[in-house]
């Protein structure tokens, strides 16, 4: 197959390449860097089934040549305000990524007759009242909050998706992506895989917020691709959630985090600073991934740390 990657230089979308890449097909990759890195992609500088257009997929997009799939990727994805790539600080760039690049991109499906793929978020669920989150819970979302340039952009993006493919007929599938770690990662993304691994390598005291009994649901990048590249290769349409769903808390997270990398530092305790809007609990229902795409995730979260922790290790040293 020949596929179209947006966000070919982010932190998943470059890994969809290498994955896609190893198994044969062809990839032009796309990105406008505004939070994709070019070292995420510098590897694949000659290969011969990889191409790369520098572009914002918010302007109209022409690829040459015939196109099998489309994988929309492009969007910042980091909830936090105190990074510069998170979404709170990009809000137009990140509406105009979800509604415009949306847009363009299942047009390039619809002229291709391909199958299109959209990267969308469990972030639709909001700060949900269901638990854990099926692919039918409508959410709990503010849309105006300051997470909803995000939220609202994907849920505009999954209606927008559902139109094109009831209307025009093309070939879409939706996945819902669950937080996910893994190389690549933004040293200062501001989440809190990078926030732990980075304050535990430099030997600093783990800042936890509130009592650490809020929990997150983490999965391995490889896992997900592999869930990801299932769906696309599926007939399905309806959105597919993609995660973890094994439930942890940010206090034993932060006690894994201290004991792989052997920091000995006594953890930090703060007032809770909940995010306007953020979810204390998130976990994937993965019944349907399961039932119609025989995947659940294989790598355990230590073993995913460990392979995560080496490439936060070299990043620091550079």
Request: hydrophobic share 35%; net charge negative.
């Amino acid at each position: 197959m020949r596929i179209l990657i947006t966000g070919a230089a982010g932190f998943i979308g470059s890994h969809l390449c290498d994955h896609l890449l190893n198994g044969g097909h062809e990839v032009v990759g796309m990105d406008n860097f505004i939070t994709g890195k070019s070292e995420n992609l510098a590897h694949l500088s000659g290969h011969k089934n990889f191409s790369f257009i520098r572009h914002d997929v918010s302007n109209y997009i022409f690829v040459p040549g015939k196109l099998d799939a489309v994988m929309h990727f492009a969007s910042p994805a980091s909830p936090n305000p105190n990074s510069p790539f998170g979404y709170t600080n990009l809000p137009i760039q990140t509406m105009k990524a979800g509604a415009l690049g949306t847009h363009n991109t299942l047009g390039v499906a619809l002229a291709n007759n391909a199958r299109y793929l959209l990267a969308s978020t469990s972030e639709i669920y909001g700060d949900p009242l269901e638990h854990p989150q099926k692919e039918s819970y409508y959410g709990h979302v503010d849309p105006i909050g300051p997470r909803s340039v995000y939220d609202e952009a994907k849920r505009f993006a999954e209606a927008l998706t559902m139109a094109y493919h009831r209307f025009h007929g093309v070939n879409t599938a939706i996945v819902r992506i669950f937080n996910t770690y893994g190389p690549r990662m933004h040293i200062d993304d501001g989440r809190v895989v990078p926030n732990f691994i980075t304050q535990a390598l430099r030997g600093e005291s783990l800042t936890i917020y509130g009592d650490g009994e809020q929990t997150r649901s983490f999965c391995y990048v490889d896992d997900l691709v592999d869930g990801i590249l299932k769906l696309l290769a599926s007939g399905e349409h309806m959105p597919v959630n993609i995660g973890n769903p094994v439930e942890t808390s940010i206090k034993q997270f932060a006690d894994m985090i201290d004991r792989l990398t052997g920091n000995q530092v006594e953890q930090t305790y703060l007032p809770e600073s909940r995010g306007e809007g953020d979810p204390q609990r998130r976990r994937p229902d993965i019944s349907r991934a399961a039932e119609l795409l025989k995947w659940d995730p294989k790598i355990s979260l230590e073993e995913g740390l460990t392979k995560t922790i080496e490439y936060f290790k070299k990043e620091l040293e550079n």
